[in-house]
């Protein structure tokens, strides 16, 4: 039942999300084989989205489970010895560019690539408008923002906008509320398939 009701939502959130997508359409690259987005995070995950998320791990043949396995196991060494102060990493569900997992991906991953409001109020552009890709024909490179200039010498397409598809927004008790639902505890992804695994 719980399950039924974030389905029930993230069909919601899929057309909110798919509307905006079309809407920002002149900044948008995103497509299939697109994948820098999945190999540099940490990946929050809140416990109804990874629960969501194993039910696609567990569709998946047992060779590919033991690809991801294995991965996670790597991942896992790497942050053992890894000494910086944000261990980030590949999603170990990406495999030659997709997402083995698609349908069953966590909020954070639907939401990539769209501008958006932090918790202050400020929008955020998403990195890879500065690896050339989604709002980087209208970013000014220096300031790290949007450029009117460039925007306008793209003639008459719609505005570049920031939408309220933070992850906290997305997550919090309003949608609780309206979806009967309880997103549970946030971790990294990485911990919950340490300890789901029981990788040690
Ligand atoms: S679950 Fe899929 S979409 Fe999300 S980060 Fe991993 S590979 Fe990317
Ligand atoms: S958000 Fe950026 S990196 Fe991710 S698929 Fe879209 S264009 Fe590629």
């Given at each position: 039942?719980?399950?039924?009701?974030?389905?029930?939502?993230?069909?919601?959130?899929?057309?909110?999300?798919?509307?905006?997508?079309?809407?920002?359409?002149?900044?948008?690259?995103?497509?299939?084989?697109?994948?820098?987005?999945?190999?540099?995070?940490?990946?929050?995950?809140?416990?109804?989205?990874?629960?969501?998320?194993?039910?696609?791990?567990?569709?998946?043949?047992?060779?590919?489970?033991?690809?991801?396995?294995?991965?996670?196991?790597?991942?896992?060494?790497?942050?053992?010895?890894?000494?910086?102060?944000?261990?980030?990493?590949?999603?170990?569900?990406?495999?030659?560019?997709?997402?083995?997992?698609?349908?069953?991906?966590?909020?954070?991953?639907?939401t990539?690539?769209l501008?958006y409001?932090?918790?202050?109020?400020?929008?955020?552009?998403?990195?890879?408008?500065?690896?050339?890709?989604?709002?980087?024909?209208?970013?000014?490179?220096?300031?790290?923002?949007?450029?009117?200039?460039?925007?306008?010498?793209?003639?008459?397409?719609?505005?570049?906008?920031?939408f309220n598809v933070?992850?906290?927004?997305?997550?919090?008790?309003?949608?609780?509320?309206?979806?009967?639902?309880?997103?549970?505890?946030?971790?990294?992804?990485?911990?919950?398939?340490?300890?789901?695994?029981?990788?040690?």
């Amino acid at each position: 039942m719980i399950l039924y009701n974030y389905i029930r939502y993230l069909d919601y959130l899929t057309n909110k999300l798919d509307g905006f997508f079309k809407n920002q359409q002149p900044y948008i690259c995103c497509k299939k084989g697109c994948a820098k987005c999945c190999k540099n995070g940490n990946y929050p995950f809140t416990e109804i989205e990874f629960r969501y998320l194993m039910l696609g791990f567990k569709k998946l043949k047992p060779e590919l489970q033991n690809i991801i396995k294995n991965k996670i196991q790597n991942i896992f060494e790497d942050r053992l010895t890894f000494e910086g102060e944000h261990f980030n990493y590949e999603c170990p569900f990406l495999q030659n560019d997709e997402c083995l997992v698609y349908d069953y991906r966590g909020i954070i991953c639907r939401t990539f690539g769209l501008m958006y409001f932090r918790d202050d109020g400020s929008s955020k552009i998403p990195f890879c408008a500065f690896e050339g890709l989604n709002y980087a024909n209208v970013l000014d490179a220096e300031t790290k923002t949007i450029s009117e200039e460039k925007y306008k010498e793209l003639g008459n397409v719609i505005e570049p906008y920031a939408f309220n598809v933070s992850y906290n927004y997305l997550t919090n008790e309003d949608h609780e509320f309206a979806y009967s639902i309880q997103f549970g505890e946030r971790k990294t992804l990485l911990d919950w398939l340490v300890d789901e695994f029981k990788i040690q």
